[in-house]
């Protein structure tokens, strides 16, 4: 039996409880309430989450074991963060995430690391670290209109991956208040940029 359906609904049901977010039914996919402030449309929120799904599903299948890949798709853009376990799986999971044709990935940033899969300890730290950088997202209020729910933090081995369609003036002040956040080796912006 394959479990990452299981696995998947775990996490959407542990995700809406520890962001205090109400999940809604639209079109079969668990969608928070927050999506009411996401500048991405309902039905991209819900493409996302669908590239998500089935890129752990298509990287499960087709890759060797021992990898510990992350898949984080916003706006149709893939981040792979985590480790795999050669220079091949690397791009073989990169590639996999290229040929997704439905819904289609527009960009893929590939951030594996080639080594084995971080420890629990790591893994706790970098749970943490997302935790206190959208805390400190909290404390930005001399941009007018800022939402810091509408930037999307990843962390892996304690680099802090920022993802979002921000204003330039919204990526400069997350990125100052991210790389501020102790503990923090380094930040790396992925946002897209609106006017």
Known sequence: MNAWPIHSAAAVLAATLLTGCVPILVG????????VHDRRTAGTVVDDQTIELKLYDALDRQ???????????YNSAVLLSGEAVSAQARQQAEQIARTL?????REVYNELVIGPPSALSSRSNDTLLTTKVKA???GIHNIPD????????VTE???????????PQEADAATDVASQ??????????FEFIR
């Open 63 to 73: 890759l060797p074991p021992g990898n510990h890949i992350n898949i984080t798709a």
């Open 101 to 105: 044709r439905e819904p289609p990935v």
């Open 136 to 138: 400190a997202l909290l």
């Open 146 to 153: 800022f939402d810091p729910s509408r930037v999307k933090v």
């Open 157 to 167: 081995r304690g680099v802090v991956y920022l993802l979002g369609l921000v204003r």
């Open 28 to 35: 079969g996919a668990a969608m928070g309430v927050g999506v």
């Open 181 to 190: 956040v102790s503990g923090v080796r380094q930040v790396v912006t992925l």
